[in-house]
């Protein structure tokens, strides 16, 4: 991937920072959340990598995992945690260690679950120590069950002087959707989280990405709105098509882009009565966005997002947005198999 600032995101980098800054700055003992949802590639990791980095001060100790991607086993991110330390010096049972770590030689018998999790909690508080700590949990929606138990856990405790920041895709693109979403609500629910949803990049930003790139160049409103259709705004997608086109200049890449086809929208096509902006407030629902998370993503004000959600629970017939999720995922046609 090309080396791209993080353009449109200076807003939840500014809003990371404040949140490390009560952890930090304010002697803060209980975690403080950070829970960053969106689709695949649209730069969570990134973002959680650039807000870490430039953290001041910095973190005492930075405990990072994610989801394996063979067979995720019980605690996978706490075993990811603990791959290459040293934690001879932690007073706990080695036996509990060893497992927790997922080494060969762990013992067979295991500790009963609620036992298991109390220590997994004391492992975590015992690595951060006075802290302040950062924890990383990235591919929450991926993450075995365990897992996912102890970072709900761990957004609770009481003595944990760190910055908890999960970074997910949406629920219904989860391996255990429901599962997936209590965990998140549970961890949106903490007093003070910070709550995030990443969506596209819009065609002002898109452009933004070319000025870098093309030095010194303007790039055309033509090239900026083929390659915001091209990618969908995706900002994965925008850089690897920079990068496989790195020797073409704008107006070459212009000639190479394909001529994108008008998308078709399978909630508008099942029910006409929908606007197009209507279908788009849609999607963000089923995303999980709040009204002020959709006005930011579709450059709309929170009042106008409120007339479209109410327009919508009338036209469906819901009772709730939850409702209003659950009536479009419904009617999206099943993904065809692919084609040998």
């Known amino acids: 991937m090309m080396p791209v600032s993080m353009v ?3 807003g939840e980098l500014a809003e990371l920072d404040r949140a490390w800054s009560v952890v930090s700055a304010a002697g803060r003992s209980a975690p403080t959340v950070a829970v960053i949802t969106g689709a695949a590639g649209v730069g969570k990791s990134l973002l959680v990598a650039a807000a870490v980095d430039a953290f001041a001060p910095r973190p005492a100790m930075i405990l990072s995992g994610a989801a394996r991607v063979h067979g995720p086993a019980p605690y996978d991110w706490l075993a990811a945690v603990l791959t290459g330390r ?26 009963a679950p ?46 944990l002087p760190a910055l908890l920041v999960v970074a997910s895709r949406p629920p219904a693109d989860a391996v255990a959707p429901e599962l997936t979403r209590r965990a998140l609500a549970r961890l949106s629910g903490v007093r003070g989280a910070v709550r995030q949803h990443l969506g596209p990049l819009r065609q002002a930003e898109v452009a933004e990405v070319l000025t870098q790139v093309y030095e010194g160049c303007d790039p055309s409103d033509r090239l900026v709105a083929s390659l915001w259709r091209c990618t969908g705004g995706n900002p994965y997608a925008l850089t690897e098509l920079l990068a496989a086109h790195a ?35 849609l999607g963000c629902l089923v995303d999980g966005m709040s009204n002020k998370q959709v006005a930011k993503a579709l450059g709309i004000s929170v009042r106008t997002v409120t007339v479209h959600v109410s327009n919508l629970l ?12 659950l009536w479009a995922v419904r009617r999206r046609p099943p993904v065809p198999a692919p084609v040998d």
Request: net charge negative; aromatic share 2%; no cysteine.
């Open 114 to 159: 609620g036992t298991l999790l109390r220590l997994a909690v004391r492992t975590v508080q015992l690595l951060v120590g006075v802290g302040p700590a950062v924890l990383v949990v990235e591919d929450l929606h991926a993450l075995d069950p365990a897992s996912v138990n102890l970072i709900g856990e761990l957004a609770t405790v009481a003595e």
């Open 86 to 111: 040293d934690t001879g010096r932690l007073a706990l049972p080695p036996d509990a260690l060893a497992w927790l770590a997922q080494q060969p030689t762990a013992p067979r018998e295991r500790y």
């Open 247 to 281: 020797g073409d200049g704008p107006e070459a890449l212009l000639r190479r882009l394909p001529e994108p086809r008008p998308p078709v929208d399978p909630v508008a096509a099942v029910d006409p009565e929908l606007t197009a902006r209507e279908v788009e407030v």
């Open 8 to 10: 449109g995101r200076a």
């Open 314 to 325: 009338r036209k469906t017939g819901s009772a709730s947005r939850t409702e209003v999720a």
